[in-house]
C-alpha cells in the first residue's frame, strides 16, 4: 500500500511541475510567459497586467510537503499574465 501512495505522489509531482496551472499568453504579438517569486527580474514586464495562479498557489500548500513542488510554484509559476495594464487601476482589456 505505501508503495502505491508514493507512486501516486510521484506521478503527481511530475505532473504539476511539468504542466502546472499557468498559461503562457501572446498580447500583442509578443509571448509572455509566467514568472514567480525566483525569476520576477526576468520575465516581469511592468506594461502587462498579472493575476495569481490559485491552483498552483493551492497544489503548493497541498504537496508543501514535497519541497520541490512549492520551490517551483513559487518561485517560477506563481503569475500569469492577462493583457496590457490599462491607464484606469483595475482594468483589463481583453
Given at each position: ?6 507512486l ?16 503562457r ?70
Open positions: 500500500m505505501n508503495r502505491i501512495i508514493a501516486c505522489l510521484i506521478v503527481t509531482m511530475i505532473g504539476i511541475t511539468v504542466s502546472g496551472c499557468g498559461d499568453k501572446v498580447i500583442g504579438g509578443v509571448e509572455y510567459d509566467t514568472y514567480g517569486l525566483l525569476n520576477q527580474d526576468d520575465k516581469k514586464n511592468p506594461d502587462i497586467q498579472y493575476e495569481v495562479i490559485w491552483g498552483n498557489i493551492f497544489w503548493g500548500i497541498v504537496l508543501s510537503e514535497t519541497i520541490i513542488v512549492p520551490i517551483y510554484v513559487f518561485g517560477f509559476s506563481l503569475f500569469e499574465p492577462v493583457g496590457p495594464k490599462m491607464p484606469i487601476k483595475g482594468q483589463v482589456a481583453r
